[in-house]
């Protein structure tokens, strides 16, 4: 899987990250918490940026002989997805999809995703973003309307939306 877009949720306000197929033509969101989006808008982690708590993982993980080889999006619960950081020797530890995915993009590992939850959630790229003029209702034009316009204008507009979000905002 890759990253499509960063998106906020018209109707909820929720972040959601859309993650595409590296082969196909399926994408699945993702809605994440707050804090975690605001960690994948940053994108992935440079020796120049300031660090963020999600950049100490990798390092310890290496200091003590282990490799990170990937993130998986491995279930879909009653709605909710599960994740686990996969290790060297198929050691995996279950963590919070959102966890999972901000670390992904911070480090840039490799996100999989199990192929029953890609065959139950999966839909058509071009259903959910389809090129502009060929939808003006539903969820493809709240999506495009969220991420119009040029990249620095979609991180100013959600960053202005993580600031005004509180967690009463999400029950």
């Known amino acids: ?6 998106i906020v949720h018209a109707r909820s306000r929720q972040p959601v990250l859309l993650l595409g197929e590296a082969d196909g033509d399926r994408c699945v969101p993702v809605f994440l918490r707050p804090p975690q989006a605001e960690v994948i808008a940053v994108g992935p982690r440079d020796d120049e940026g300031t660090p963020l708590t999600q950049d100490v993982l990798l390092p310890v ?3 003590l002989g282990r490799t990170l080889e990937q993130v998986e999006i491995s279930d879909l619960v009653d709605g909710v997805y599960t994740a686990e950081l ?13 966890d999972a995915l901000s670390l992904a993009v911070r480090e840039g ?3 999989g995703m199990a192929e029953h939850v890609l065959d139950e959630v999966g839909q058509a790229v071009d259903d959910v973003l389809p090129p502009d003029g060929d939808d003006t209702t539903g969820a493809a034009a709240q999506a495009r309307a969220a991420t119009a316009g040029p990249p620095e204008q979609q991180m100013q507009e959600f960053r202005e939306f993580i600031d005004e979000v509180s967690p009463e905002d999400f029950r």
């Open 109 to 111: 590992l490799p996100i």
């Open 61 to 63: 993980v290496e200091a």
């Open 1 to 6: 899987m890759h990253v499509l877009r960063l």
């Open 86 to 98: 996969v290790f060297d020797g198929g050691t995996r530890l279950a963590v919070r999809p959102s």
